[in-house]
């Protein structure tokens, strides 16, 4: 990606200590998303790597801002993959392993039909790879054909890129 928008994504991006455990180091990209230049340059960064999808998938909570904007951008619909309990019924579901638990993802089982759609997956952050990697499952389960993802941020240090293989992915800025 551009040094343009990494210099952005780099200065408007808060560092907070010890957030929420002890020790990490808490990458906080609400200032960049509450800059218009910087969502501005976020967004058009993201749509450049989805060009040719016919969705997006925005994971909850933070991807669905960034979700919906490209999908503005690609002139393309948004789906919004939800944390568990969130959607009424029916729905689809994915659940996976936490370093502390389980936690699930949900899109809604009538409405929406996935099958056979071009798919990118969106979020702000990439950390161990569960999240992105469950809403590929939960998405090629339905049929959809999920060509990569995009992100923000990538913490490499934790190694969501080789959980999540063999989908691409596309980060705008690593650490």
Do not use: C, W
Request: hydrophobic share 45%; glycine share 12%.
């Amino acid at each position: 990606m551009g040094t343009d928008i990494s210099r952005a994504i780099e200065s408007l991006m808060r560092e907070v200590p010890d957030f929420p455990q002890p020790g990490i180091q808490f990458k906080d990209l609400t200032p960049l998303l509450a800059d218009a230049a910087g969502l501005v340059g976020v967004t058009d960064a993201l749509a450049e790597t989805a060009e040719g999808v016919d969705l997006v998938a925005g994971i909850d909570a933070r991807g669905f801002l960034l979700g919906a904007a490209v999908a503005l951008r690609l002139g393309t619909g948004v789906l919004a993959v939800r944390k568990g309990g969130k959607l009424p019924p029916p729905v689809h579901s994915q659940t996976y392993d936490l370093e502390y638990g389980t936690a699930t993802l949900e899109i809604p089982a009538e409405g929406i039909d996935i099958a056979g759609r071009t798919v990118v997956i969106i979020d702000d952050v990439l950390a161990t790879g569960g999240t992105v990697a469950a809403t590929n499952r939960l998405l090629t389960s339905g049929g959809a054909m999920v060509r990569s993802a995009a992100v923000v941020l990538e913490l490499t240090a934790l190694g969501g890129r080789e959980v999540v293989q063999p989908l691409p992915v596309s980060s705008l800025y690593t650490v």
